[in-house]
């Protein structure tokens, strides 16, 4: 291991992925405050859910996600001397024995606010999630990003759970208030809409995203015997499947966007128009390709398409 001279902190935080983790806390604050609070105020009420809990949640999910960044690159250590090794961080800046130590204290640290959050809210169901997704992580790391498809819906399905959560905890908070209003059952069911449209909308982003990073290290990861869809299946198949899924997700995004304008939210599903047109973008390079494709520009256009799509929840409450 040698030091690139670069702070320590500064290599723990490239580890981490905190530009990831950044967008993750920014996600979870919007989809709270902006999505579901929002159609709480549409129905002149006040989302029920804690700051407290809400901070309990954030912090689980930052330190787990966190943590599975470190056991995926110590998982990957091989394939990344192939594929990025000068974006390496274990055994360059910090040494596997660390960053093993770091990933159980981080893991520990998640599953334990987790557990906490579950407590405050009586819910026992709620106390496998967190425990659930780090184990879900590693077993991601550890064997199933390498094989066909699996590794992919898993990483895809957190996203889109985890988009899901604060509405979940909010829906909990209504068996601590057995009297309320009638106009609490359309914020339930809208903000439950907002709320599924972005977690579906995640997973699909995320999915695409993950297809096209998989066709990017193709090298490294058909030397240590990986079978993702990118090694498994012609070049034409993932083109078409990643063209395919990125059409879906504009169709699920005009769908949602004449759920806005009839609940007259026209600045929010303008915004929208973002996402579809970087996702048209991305159609229109994979079917005629005028050079060889920019896979690592591709997959920077797809982390656009989810920054501006969560963007356009800051527009909800502005109606026209």
Known sequence: MHS???PIVFEFARLIRWKNLLISLFTLICISYFGIGEAYRDSGLIALTPPLQLVLLI????FIMGAGYIINDLMDIETDSINCPNRMVISKSISPKVAIWLYYVMTAV?????????FLLNQTSLLFIFPGAALSLYLYSYSFKNSFLIGNVIIASLTAIILLL?????????ENYPLMPPSILKALIDSGLISLFFAIFAFLTTIIR???KDIQDINGDSITGASTMAISRSLRFNLMVISVSSV?????????QAFLFSNNKLLSAISLLAPQFFLTKVIITLIHPSETINWSRLSRLLKIVMISGIVSLLFLGIKL
Request: hydrophobic share 60%; net charge negative.
């Open 210 to 212: 993950e297809w096209i």
């Open 4 to 6: 690139t001279g670069k």
């Open 110 to 118: 998640g599953v334990a606010f987790g557990a906490y959050l579950s």
């Open 166 to 174: 604060p509405w979940i905890i909010e829906v909990h908070q209504i």
């Open 59 to 62: 912090v689980s999910v930052v």
């Open 248 to 256: 879906l997700t504009i169709v699920l995004i005009v769908f949602f």
